[in-house]
Structure formats: structure tokens, C-alpha cells
């Protein structure tokens, strides 16, 4: 190399040596780095990062011996402003032949065989290729970890917020641990372990994997909605007394009409064929709500608004009994008064037909009449006699239209 070439050449690698050193102090103190070297780390990101720090320590070793013959050649060079033949050779050696001495037991697994070291000593352009190669090794572990904890330690921070609130709310509402919050805190714990010590466990395809996070946070949401609802009920209690106090009524009302119909139908309605109504719903259900008192009492609000809810459909189902039962005894009764109905109706048309002193209507309405005004009321017999009074009176009614 001629003077100017070590002089061009030196002033490159210098400013080559200087971006190196710079990148390889930003990489030491890059937010990932610092975390992976304070974190108690387990697991694949243990073993990751144990690679990457040797991987480091060797791209430290290798980056003094480059600088060590960056440096001699410097010494070298400032001797004399015009150097001889032979200090131009031994510049030349040193920045373009195989000056780089390998640090011992740093030569990557790569770069060996199994007799050893393929190379002892390289190039400094060789030996810049293999700090660019350990450089983006290192560089994509650190960043790999680091982009793990960004989508890990936020969400995870904020699932464990709510899980205190919900902890705090439940403890408000019984003063005792919530079994299912206890078992969403175990998982929890130990999903904040893995995610803390060893995030790149849960990376899937590139991308960090939410999932055991996300179904921990819908437990979460709905936990702290059930207990909110808890939260709420006991807030308003006595509305919600006042509320299931007036189903209970309604349902003893019901049923009280029930079983007045019911033993009208029988005294009324011949072979009724009625099941026998149901007694005591509203007493059963008063007894609860006097068993859900000694649990307000005793503060155990989340177990009473289960049983509160309970209460509230048991309500529900037995107004809906109730009534079933009502209807059919009152159905009865209103299919009478229906027959009735239009017997007199019929008898209105007959007159207006000019057809009152017909014998044989007469006969029919009259029976018709008998057996819907006697006690017990056949109703079947009732139906068909007022079904051939009606026909008795079309028919009468044809022959009159066709004699005119």
C-alpha cells in the first residue's frame, strides 16, 4: 500500500472503529438489555439470553483485538510523516492481511470445527463481518425479549389492577376471600411469574401470545360485574325487599283466587277433571326471604345475591303456577258464561225471526236452559243441545227466506 492508501485507509477505519463502539455501547444500554440483565430470568429466555451475553462477551473480546491492531497501525504510521518501503509492507500487513488475533475461546461456534478454529487470526474486514454477525444476533435476542415484555408487562399490570379491585370489592361485600377470585389470583400469579422471567415462552409466530391474559381478564370482567351487581343490590336492598315482597303477594293473591275458582268449578262444573291447585307457594317463598334476612344480617352479601336471584325466578315460576291453575278452573267457569251467553243470543235471533212460539225451539231452548242454569253444569251435554238449537233456528230461518 502506498503512503496515501494507509493514510485513506486508517482514516476510514477509525471512523468505522468509532460507529462500532458507539453501537456496541447503545446495545449495552438499550432498555431491553438493562432488563434482561436485572430480571431473574428462567426458562427459553434464560437460555436465550446466556447465549446472547456470551455471544456479547465474545463481540467485546473480538472488538479489543481489532482496535489493538487499529491502534498499532496508528503508532506505526505517526514514526514518520514519510515512511520506508518496509514500514509501508508492515502498515499494509497489518490493515488488509490476517492481523486480528482471535481471542481465545471467543471464535464462534460457527466459525469453528472439530479440530478447533478453522481461522486463528483474520482480516479487520473479516473481523468486522463477524461483529456485524454477533451484533444482529444479540440485537434481535435483546429485541425480541423487549417486544415480548411491551405486549406482556402492560396488560399484565392492568389485569393485576383489577384483580385488587375485584379483591377489595369482594372483601367489602363479605369480608371473606371469593374462592373463584382466588383461584383467578393463583393463575394470575403465575402467569406475571412466567411473563416477568421468561416472556419469549409465550411468543407464537413473531408475536407474543394474550391468550392465557385475555381469558384471565374476561374472568376478571365478569367477577367484577356479578360483584358490582352484589354491590348494587345491597346499596338498594330494600327495594329489592320491597320488590320480591310484592311478587309474594301477588303469588298468595293468585293463589288464593285459584282455589276459590277451583272449588267453585267443582260445586258448578259436572266432572270438571281439574288437578288440585297449588297451596302454600307464597308461605314457601316468605320463608326464604326471612333465611335471606339472617344472611344480610350476618354481611354475607355476595352468597344472598345468589339466593336473593333464586328467590326472585322461585317467584316468578310460582306466579306463573298460580295462574296456570287459575285458568283452568276459571276457564271452566267462563266457557259457562260463554254458552250462556249465546243461548241468549239465539233466543234474541229467534225472536226477531218472528219464531218465539216455535214448538220445537221452545224444547231445545228450554233444555239448553236447564242444563246451563243447574248445578253441577254438564257442559258437554251444553254444547251439543245449544249447537242443535242453533241449527233448529237456521233451518227455521231457510224455510221462512224460501216461502217469501
Not at 451475553?53 to 503508532?75: I, N, P, T
Request: charged share 35%; glycine share 8%.
Amino acid at each position: 500500500m502506498s503512503r496515501e492508501g494507509v493514510d485513506h485507509a486508517l482514516r476510514t477505519l477509525r471512523q468505522e472503529r468509532d460507529r462500532i463502539s458507539a453501537s456496541l455501547l447503545e446495545l449495552d444500554g438499550h432498555d431491553g438489555s438493562r432488563l434482561l440483565e436485572g430480571a431473574r430470568l428462567t426458562g427459553e429466555t434464560w437460555r436465550r439470553w446466556e447465549e446472547a451475553k456470551a455471544v456479547m462477551a465474545g463481540l467485546w473480546a473480538l472488538f479489543d483485538a481489532y482496535q489493538r491492531v487499529l491502534d498499532a497501525a496508528s503508532e506505526l504510521r505517526g514514526r514518520s510523516p514519510r515512511p520506508d518501503m518496509a514500514t509501508l509492507v508492515d502498515l499494509s500487513g497489518l490493515l488488509s492481511g490476517t492481523s486480528v488475533e482471535l481471542p481465545d475461546g471467543e471464535i464462534p461456534l460457527r466459525d469453528r470445527t472439530l479440530l478447533g478454529p478453522q481461522e486463528e487470526r483474520v482480516t479487520l474486514d473479516d473481523a468486522v463481518a463477524m461483529m456485524s454477525d454477533a451484533y444482529e444476533f444479540v440485537a434481535g435476542e435483546v429485541a425480541a425479549a423487549d417486544a415480548a415484555w411491551t405486549a406482556l408487562l402492560l396488560p399484565l399490570e392492568a389485569v393485576e389492577e383489577s384483580w385488587r379491585e375485584t379483591a377489595r370489592l369482594a372483601h367489602s361485600l363479605d369480608g371473606t376471600r371469593h374462592p373463584e377470585l382466588d383461584r383467578v389470583g393463583r393463575e394470575l400469579t403465575a402467569l406475571g411469574k412466567v411473563i416477568r422471567t421468561d416472556p419469549l415462552s409465550l411468543v407464537r409466530d413473531g408475536g407474543a401470545d394474550t391468550g392465557r391474559l385475555d381469558r384471565v381478564r374476561t374472568i376478571l370482567t365478569s367477577l367484577g360485574d356479578e360483584l358490582a351487581g352484589v354491590a348494587r343490590m345491597r346499596d338498594d336492598y330494600a327495594d329489592h325487599v320491597a320488590r320480591v315482597t310484592a311478587s309474594i303477594e301477588e303469588v298468595e293473591g293468585t293463589e288464593r283466587r285459584a282455589c276459590e275458582a277451583h272449588a267453585m268449578a267443582l260445586a258448578k262444573i259436572q266432572s270438571p277433571n281439574l288437578p288440585e291447585p297449588s297451596r302454600g307457594l307464597g308461605v314457601a317463598l316468605r320463608d326464604r326471604l326471612t333465611a335471606l334476612e339472617r344472611l344480610r344480617e350476618a354481611g354475607r352479601w355476595v352468597e344472598m345475591a345468589g339466593r336473593f336471584a333464586e328467590l326472585e325466578r322461585a317467584a316468578d315460576e310460582a306466579l306463573e303456577r298460580a295462574r296456570g291453575d287459575l285458568r283452568l278452573s276459571a276457564g271452566l267457569l267462563d266457557r259457562r258464561g260463554e254458552l250462556r251467553g249465546r243461548l241468549e243470543a239465539y233466543l234474541a235471533k229467534a225472536a226477531r225471526l218472528g219464531l218465539v212460539e216455535d214448538e220445537r225451539l221452545t224444547v231445545l231452548y228450554g233444555e239448553a236452559r236447564d242444563v246451563l242454569w243447574t248445578a253441577p253444569c254438564d257442559l258437554r251435554r251444553a254444547t251439543t243441545v245449544l249447537a242443535e238449537y242453533q241449527r233448529a233456528i237456521r233451518a227455521c230461518e231457510s224455510e221462512t227466506g224460501s216461502r217469501r
